[in-house]
T-cell receptor, first 116, second 113 residues
């Protein structure tokens, strides 16, 4: 069964550094998402992306964050200057909207970001 | 999106059916009910979704009341590997935006031997 893959599984970085989290969505999917989950807290929406532009974003997704689909397969989340509070699990998801528009989101297993 | 209410935790004996309730009394006509689960710190896993009819797949059954104000996820024969946090999510769908999911606190299901 096709799946969303995320790399790396764990990233450690120093405060103020830039990080890029990478995702390979399911190949025929058209909508892409990033979520995060701070340890012990809820899964929070960050951003959705379609047709090479942001569709929706949450208040969390400020100017420090950006997303990109640099080629036909990867979807990335960049944090320009990491803060301690950015430490969390980051989940990528994708959904297929070619058939019916109630397609579920399929999530990867996440990247654990630790900011020291 | 309509909010949902779920019990924070439930126990179930291995091999028995697990019935997870969800209240979504403010649901509107174009909102679907989705169920996901999260095992330990893995990514949320899609289980099932429905609009107004009951649905069944290889993982579970979804029973939606006639007035659509509540639903129940049924795992027919729970195993230890079904121990997870289960999320009931009401999702508004249209042709425009990304239609993201909004996760609440979910129900922590503990399957016991």
């Amino acid at each position: 069964e096709p799946e969303v893959t995320q790399t790396p599984s764990h990233q450690v970085t120093q405060m103020g550094q830039e990080v890029i989290l990478r995702c390979v969505p399911i190949s025929n999917h058209l909508y892409f998402y990033w979520y995060r989950q701070i340890l012990g807290q809820k899964v929070e929406f960050l951003v959705s992306f379609y047709n090479n532009e942001i569709s929706e974003k949450s208040e969390i997704f400020d100017d420090q964050f950006s997303v990109e689909r640099p080629d036909g397969s990867n979807f990335t989340l960049k944090i320009r200057s990491t803060k301690l509070e950015d430490s969390a699990m980051y989940f990528c998801a994708s959904s297929d909207w070619r058939t019916v528009y109630n397609s579920p989101l399929h999530f990867g297993n996440g990247t654990r970001l630790t900011v020291t | 999106d309509a909010k949902t209410t779920q019990p924070p935790s439930m126990d179930c004996a291995e091999g028995r059916a697990a019935n997870l309730p969800c209240n979504h009394s403010t649901i509107s006509g174009n909102e679907y009910v989705y169920w996901y689960r999260q095992i330990h710190s893995q990514g949320p896993q899609y289980i099932i979704h429905g609009l107004k009819n009951n649905e069944t797949n290889e993982m579970a059954s979804l029973i939606i009341t006639e007035d659509r104000k509540s639903s129940t996820l049924i795992l027919p024969h729970a195993t230890l590997r079904d121990t997870a946090v289960y999320y009931c999510i009401v999702r508004f769908l249209n042709n425009n935006a990304g239609n993201m999911l909004t996760f609440g606190g979910g129900t922590r299901l503990m399957v016991k031997p």
